[in-house]
């Protein structure tokens, strides 16, 4: 299933409402580089990608914004994302180990606000598309 733009605009939203400025204020106000924007859709499509490959049935437990906000906050270790929503041995709570498993394979993320006053992204996970 590849990630549709509901999941788009949740990954995004939050990726910037839990990103700060130097002063502490989220970046949800700021644009986003066209650059840095590609790169992070183009790395939740590989998320979804993957996680179909593994086999990970999420629909019943979580809506598609859903698992792309969550996508963000587990990756980078916001203390909140598909570990916390189903506890003990609920189905939804292992099927959340899983998805975060596969989550943070992708390695994390930062925002920050650029010189041009755009928001862009750097990480261990993510190298510009350069081609």
Known sequence: MPATEAMIRAYLDCALWSSTDDSG??????DLDPVSRDALVRELHEF?????SLGID????????????????????HGAGFWDRYYGDQE??????????????FGSLDLYLGD????????????????
């Open 116 to 131: 041009d006053g755009r928001v862009h992204v750097y990480g261990a996970a993510w190298e510009p598309d350069n081609s």
């Open 48 to 52: 979804v990608d993957y996680v179909d």
């Open 58 to 77: 999420w629909s019943d437990h979580w809506t598609a914004e859903r698992l792309a906000h969550d996508f963000w906050l587990t990756r980078n270790r």
């Open 92 to 105: 939804g709570a292992r099927i959340g180990r899983a998805l975060t498993e596969a989550a943070r394979a």
């Open 25 to 30: 204020e989220p970046l949800d106000s700021y």
